[in-house]
């Protein structure tokens, strides 16, 4: 199953942006999702899951206390919410179906067999 994310743009430092992941034809109610990015010249980095049942999502340190994830069963939908960016967060950001488990260490996604579309997120002033 390939997710789609989208809601990327550019944005000023400190601004905030709120990333969609979405399905076609698979529901991601209960499906534990994974937030990636990859940099120029950098190896995709897993910075943000969701468990299944909502009540555990992890962080990367380098985004900890900005992004928040969250679900809309209604939509279909999984979020990223992006505050306090800065221009280290600008990126292409994937959303993939990875195990997010307590103590399980987020995914690198490396097991991950196609990666659906990603969005562009630049902060720059």
């Known amino acids: 199953v390939q997710l789609q994310a989208s809601g990327g743009g550019l944005v000023q430092p400190g601004g905030s942006l709120r990333l969609s992941c979405a399905a076609s034809g698979f529901s991601l109610d209960y499906a534990p999702v994974g937030w990636f990015r990859q940099s120029p010249g950098k190896e995709r980095e897993g910075i943000s899951c969701?468990?299944?049942?909502?009540?555990?999502?992890d962080y990367a340190d380098s985004v900890k206390g900005r992004f928040t994830t969250s679900r809309d069963n209604a939509k279909n939908t999984v979020y990223l919410q992006m505050n306090n960016l800065k221009p280290e967060d600008t990126a292409v950001y994937y959303c993939a179906i990875v195990a997010c488990l307590p103590g399980y260490g987020l995914n690198s996604g490396q097991d991950v067999g196609a990666w659906g579309q990603g969005t562009q997120v630049t902060v720059a002033s």
């Open positions: 969701l468990g299944t049942s909502d009540d555990y999502a």
